[in-house]
Every structure is written in C-alpha cells, then in structure tokens.
C-alpha cells in the first residue's frame, strides 16, 4: 500500500460509525492534500455527515457518501493534473474527493477505494487512507445496489468525529 508512507501518529484520525456495520478509521494526510484534509476536517466540524449515506456504491472499485445537504464552497482539488503534486494513489483503502467534470468542483462527497484504480491518480483529490475498519468497506461494497448502483437498504453514516490531535488547521479556501 502505497499510503503507508504517509502514516503519522501526529496525523488526523477521523472515527466513521456506519449504521448496524461497525467503524472506519481514517488518517488524513494534511501533507499531501492540504485544502482537501482542510475542507474534510471542516464539515466533520459541521456535523455535516451525520445521517447522509454511502448512496453509490461499485464492488471492485468505491464507496461514496457526503451527498445531499449544500455545502456552499466547491473547492480547487489537490491533484496533478490540476497543478497540484499528490503523489498519493487510489489503492485499496484510500479516501479521496468526488467532484464533477470541473476540476474546482469538490464539496463535500468523498469515497473511498474498495480496489485500487490507477485510472484515478492524479485525476481525484486522495487525502487520507482508511487505518482500520476496511472489513466495514468490503461489507458496504458488496451490498445489493440498483441500477444506478445506489445501496437498496440506506447505508448511513451515524457519525462522524475527528481527532485533530492537539493542531489546528486553517479553513478550506473556496474556489469561486
């Protein structure tokens, strides 16, 4: 795993409880994608996952959640083909920004790898990677899905906490 590099114990952890399934611990890497972990950490802030769902889901691939409430400030994604270094790839585990066509269009959905995909890699802000708690993504890829590949039963996100570790971190600076 390439995110192994990255992990430091001074690093911000992030406590994701999934209804009925268990817990997901993030490390957000601040280092890598300073803006993105930023944002992140500003909407954990917000309370602002608390009750979404993981609402696509693709086994082989990812899990995305953070849709459905207005954020209010899209952000530049930290990734290289948008004049930004983030050497970090999308294997296994790795946490990254979702975002539209518009590569200054990343607000609040994320996902999270469920099998690398390297097709992404400097295309997507990665920012973090999951420490503990990838049983819980293996379960929640492999949930029955419809068409759209939205889960049949909610997948809700019950909370959401971080541990900044006794730092502060500025707010995320908007892309207008």
């Known amino acids: 795993m390439n995110y192994s590099n990255y992990l430091d114990p001074n690093n911000p952890l992030v406590t994701l409880k ?16 300073p803006n993105t972990v930023c944002n992140f950490i500003h909407l954990i ?9 993981f609402h696509r889901i693709i086994p082989g691939f990812m899990i995305q ?8 400030c899209p952000i530049k994604g930290d990734f290289k083909s948008n ?22 269009s990343a607000t609040s ?12 890699d400097g295309a ?4 973090g990677a999951v420490v503990s708690g990838i049983e819980v993504v293996d379960q ?15 997948i809700v996100i019950e909370s959401m906490t971080i541990d900044l570790k006794g ?7 908007c892309f207008r």
């Open 18 to 33: 999934v209804k009925d399934l268990g817990t997901i611990i993030l490390e957000l890497f601040y280092d890598v994608a």
């Open 45 to 53: 802030q917000q309370n602002y996952y608390q009750g979404l769902i």
């Open 65 to 72: 959640g953070g849709w459905g409430k207005e954020t209010g």
């Open 83 to 104: 004049g930004f270094d983030n050497p970090l790839k999308h294997d296994r585990g790795v946490i990254s920004m979702a975002r539209t066509n518009d590569p200054n």
């Open 109 to 120: 959905q994320f996902f999270i790898m469920h099998q690398a995909a390297p097709h992404l």
């Open 124 to 127: 997507y802000a990665a920012f």
């Open 140 to 154: 929640i890829a492999v949930s029955p899905r419809d068409f759209r590949d939205k889960p049949q039963k909610d």
């Open 167 to 173: 730092k502060t971190y500025p707010q995320p600076i």
